[in-house]
């Protein structure tokens, strides 16, 4: 049975779409794009986005009573792949701080993403 996610913890749907979805062994997370969920306002800097949206996928992802090492694959969406080493750093940073393992990834750069941000991130996370 799916199960829709819904947390205030990450920005809400701005558009036909749930936060994620649990379906029961696996959870996917929508896109999450670096938008406080308190006070509706996007980092300027690129690392500040990168960190923002990794916080709203770890809320979606916790909504199912899931952690972030239980996340298996991640897809980054980025405005400027030169932008790449400063994501990653964060990203490594972030998943250093949870003492979780790298899960597997994507990157890609991509022409635009919603609100003109420079970053988009999904996640999968496995119940095991």
Do not use: W
């Amino acid at each position: 049975m799916t199960q829709v996610l819904h947390t205030d913890n990450a920005p809400a749907a701005i558009g036909p779409y749930v936060q994620g979805v649990d379906l029961g062994n696996m959870v996917l997370t929508s896109g999450q794009i670096p938008v406080n969920p308190v006070t509706g306002e996007v980092p300027a800097d690129i690392a500040a986005q990168a960190r923002q949206s990794l916080e709203n996928v770890k809320a979606v992802v916790e909504a199912s009573g899931l952690k972030v090492n239980d996340i298996v694959k991640m897809t980054v969406f980025v405005k400027d792949l030169n932008d790449f080493a400063a994501v990653n750093e964060v990203y490594g940073a972030f998943f250093d701080e949870h003492n979780a393992t790298y899960p597997a990834r994507s990157c890609v750069e991509v022409a635009r993403l919603p609100k003109d941000v420079g970053i988009e991130i999904e996640a999968i996370a496995v119940r095991k």
